[in-house]
């Protein structure tokens, strides 16, 4: 019996705006202080009246288009009634069939794989429900409800079944939270709710007498880390298996419904919450409080003003243009906005991308990661580091200089002196740095250590290859900025010419 994994992701975004979608309530994270940010709208109070915020709409436009949706140039607002005791009002303020954007495609990529387009069904614009707080101590406490969150702008993002593993799920989902805090339209914090997912999966069996059956869909709801996402999926994968194995029941057999199970991050299981609602059940129709939404073509020619080079792009451009390894893009891009614009500011001024990636990739992350810095914070900046790093391509400095200049400029901002571009020639001057190009000046210390070294030179020629080291050592001792391997070459020839 063979299978393959069937996955489409619904991901729900909070928006970064100041206020929420329908009123001026702050839309901010404050559990500290439930049910201070409410009003009679996001109340839900009878003769309230919602106004729509149109810097969400906006934010939500332009991650549309980031995703490479088609904005709708009408759109409108429709009710999704359900009853739980976070929603106030007893209905959603949601879109159902005509959300604002349609057909859009993510990239996300697999470890070194090619990247695959996922679909993006459509992007609908929404608004949160509250928060409800269970006592979970056993000991049968009280549930209580903060409406905070009640109205917040949130994004909903569909894809369609494209993703076809585990981990390819993960992947999408990640590539979906980078592109959203390159945008900066979201704060993305998972722990916070910012951005959460649920996953559809169901399995594509082919019978042992070569019949291609699914298996029942099922929803896991509530996903809020990347590993959860694709533990559940893997959790699924062999429940669903064992299932179908056991009972024989597929997708589209009388009875056989769309079922909603939550995720057991501690147990690593999910676990049965609810028969799903069909749409119907909503009973969705158009709000009739709020007007319809048209997008005119100078509006989205300003939306497109906000697009910014999605991170897909700049893994490519990295390799393509500066010839870094699929790796190192990845490392660079994938640790947010502010690295890559960091790495190509260092970049535009040593003129070596290589070399910069090495030195982004290792001795600036293991700074920052110390430091519990941003790349913005960091002392070393992107002039300071690109000068530092010319020298060295230069050849006016080796690369053992360079990594001791830039702990030396690490010390000297520890105890207060902030350090700069042109601090790092003083350093290369004061250490007597500079390398030692003169050849002259190389054969000379080089004869010297050579006459003072008598035994060694012995040793030597008697087969101890390892007896020139320390001729080597005190030529370097004289000539501090001296390239060890040219000294080793010249020192070589003048042994063999002796
Ligand atoms: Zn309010
Ligand atoms: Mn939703």
Redo the contacts with the bound molecule.
Sequence with gaps: MQYEVIVGLEVHVQLLTKS?IF???ANRFNPDQPNTQ??P??LGLPGSLPVMNAEAFRLACITALALNCEITPFTKWDRKQYYYPDLPKGYQISQFDLPFSHDGWIAPQVDNEEPQRIRIRRAHLEEDAGKNIHDESGRGGDSQVDLNRT?TPLLEIVSEPDIRSAAQAKACLEEIHLLLTYLGVSDCNMQEGSLRCDANVNLRITTDAGETVATPIVEVKNLNTFRGVEAAILYETERQLKEFQKSGRKLGDPGVEKETRGWDAERNTTFAQRGKEEASDYRYFPDPDLLPVTVSESQLAEFRTHLIEPPASRRQRFQQDLGLSGYDAAVIVNQGRELAEYFEAVVSLSGDAKQTANWVTQDVLRELNSRHESPGEFVITPEILGTLLKRITDKVITLKSGRELFSALLDEADEDRLPSATRIDELIEERGLKVVSDAGALDTAIAAALAASPQAVEDFKAGKQQAIGAVIGKVMKSLKGADPKEVRERLLQQLANS
């Design positions: 929420k009123c001026s309530c409410t009003c709208v996001c109205g």
